[in-house]
């Protein structure tokens, strides 16, 4: 099964609002990463936090890591219909890179 | 190259028939991943590369599926008698570290189609 779980699946707001996804993980980790992509394609990577990290900030974007909750959060602040994407969250184990099954999320302009 | 280069960027084949699809990771980078997502589903775990060994097969879906990695570059992967769950989008990464401590940068995917 896979590493990370992403919660919600699919969010839809409007632009302007903020967004927040979760990601869930069962065993230890080294790092999380989050990732974008559009329409299907190819990944973008978006920011890398380590486990000995709590939050991490890069433009609108902020990542927190809850190791005693395995847990991950990226919240996307004054959203725009650009944002509008999958992502996904992914840890590495054993050298391993394992993603979720990705939030889906659209802005309405 | 400057980025991940996947080759073909589509494909249409018949049940049955081989196909091989093409992974370019971009120069330097040691560590090479291969992935399978379904239409609207995440990221499928395949196999993954550190130089041109693959310390983790566990992904494969069954023994009709190869990939082979030389020269520490091109990465190609193999479905035999492709069938119709084979249809997919393949995706490629490569990585600078091995642990994957750092970001992998993804090629655009092979859409592959078995009618």
């Known amino acids: ?109 | 190259g400057a980025g991940v280069s996947q080759s073909p960027s589509n494909k249409v084949t018949e049940k049955g028939k081989d196909v091989e699809l093409r992974c370019d990771p971009i120069s330097g980078h040691t560590a090479l991943y291969w992935y399978r997502q379904s239409l609207g589903q995440g990221l499928e775990f395949l196999i993954y590369f550190q130089g041109n060994s693959a310390p983790d097969k566990s992904g494969l879906p069954s023994d009709r599926f190869s990939a082979e990695r030389t020269g520490g570059s091109v990465s190609t992967l193999t479905i035999q008698r492709t069938q119709q769950e084979d249809s997919a989008v393949y995706l490629c990464a490569s990585s600078s570290h091995g642990q994957g401590v750092r970001e992998a940068f993804f090629g655009q995917g092979t859409r592959l189609t078995v009618v």
């Open chain 1, 1 to 109: 099964s896979q590493q990370g779980e992403e919660d919600p699946q699919a969010l839809s707001i409007q632009e302007g609002e903020n967004a927040t996804m979760n990601c869930s993980y069962k065993t230890s980790i080294n790092n999380l990463q989050w990732y974008r992509q559009n329409s299907g394609r190819g990944l973008v990577h978006l920011i890398l936090i380590r486990s000995n990290e709590r939050e991490k900030h890069s433009g609108r974007l902020r990542v927190t890591l809850d190791t005693s909750k395995k847990s991950s959060s990226l919240l996307i602040t004054a959203s725009r219909a650009a944002d509008t994407a999958s992502y996904f969250c992914a840890t590495t184990q054993g050298g391993k890179l394992i993603f979720g099954q990705g939030t889906e999320l659209s802005v309405k302009p």
